[in-house]
């Protein structure tokens, strides 16, 4: 099966931090504009997610979720998350370590289409 999101190891090693200081830990990837379009982590819960919103899979032992509407323009790309240095204007966990989680995308090959696994869109 493909997974339609992943996460590099440095990436990985950020969530881990901040689980030892939050506990369990969630994503949501939002569909605004600017900062507002950042994959967001938050304590698991704080952020809670509707029928608008679309569960993508698990990184880190983490849920990753994305509204609906930005689910329909990205369903073809593999998310790939990734850490850069700075500091978003986000409520993200991660700003005060002054690092960001920042989204990679590319388009999936035919052959990772046919094995997508399913959204229950």
């Given at each position: 099966m493909t997974e339609r999101v992943l996460i590099t190891p440095e990436a990985e090693k950020v969530v881990y931090r901040l689980r030892e200081s939050h506990g369990e830990l969630m994503f949501h990837q939002s569909g605004g504009c600017c900062d507002g379009s950042q994959p967001?982590?938050?304590?698991k819960g704080e952020f809670r997610v509707s029928?608008?919103?679309?569960l993508l899979g698990e990184i880190a032992g983490c849920e990753f979720f994305m509204s609906r509407d930005q689910f329909e323009y990205w369903q073809h790309t593999q998310l790939t998350i990734d850490i850069v240095p700075g500091r978003g204007s986000s409520f993200s966990l991660e700003i005060p370590l002054g690092v960001r989680f920042i989204t990679r995308s590319r388009l999936y090959t035919a052959e990772e289409t046919r094995s997508l696994t399913a959204i229950n869109v």
């Open positions: 967001m982590c938050f304590p029928e608008s919103d679309v």
